[in-house]
Nanobody, 124 residues
Framework: QVQLVESGGGLVQAGGSLRLSCVAP????????MGWLRQAPGKEREFVAA????????YYADSVKGRFAISRDNAKNTVSLQMNSLKPEDTAIYYC?????????????????WGQGTQVTVSS
């Protein structure tokens, strides 16, 4: 298990931006694939974005492609999600997650460690 601590959620109007961050203390961060997933009320947890251990490969859900950008800084043990052009349907609890796998990163089941989640609310 890897400890993950998210920050940066909040309330924003449609069309606005938010930046989520996740810190993972410890020496293994640079070996882990990282991802962001979200869960809206009454819905299953869904994949949003993922990034390989080196940062060289990124994956996005179709619903956020072109609006969200995932990045990581292995020197700071941090992964971030820049969210632009937010829509009311982006409202959810966003979870940072870590995986020891280097494939299948668009599936929630590939992630073995999870943060506590941070609420993102987009008003219309």
């Amino acid at each position: 298990q890897v400890q993950l601590v998210e920050s940066g959620g909040g309330l924003v109007q449609a069309g606005g931006s938010l930046r989520l961050s996740c810190v993972a203390p410890g020496r293994t961060f640079s070996t882990l694939s990282m991802g962001w997933l979200r869960q809206a009320p009454g819905k299953e947890r869904e994949f949003v974005a993922a990034i390989s251990w080196s940062g060289g490969i990124t994956y996005y859900a179709d619903s956020v492609k072109g609006r969200f950008a995932i990045s990581r800084d292995n020197a700071k043990n941090t992964v971030s999600l820049q969210m632009n052009s937010l829509k009311p349907e982006d409202t959810a609890i966003y979870y940072c997650a870590a995986s020891r796998l280097h494939y299948g990163l668009t599936f929630a089941s590939s992630f073995s460690s999870w943060g506590q989640g941070t609420q993102v609310t987009v008003s219309s």
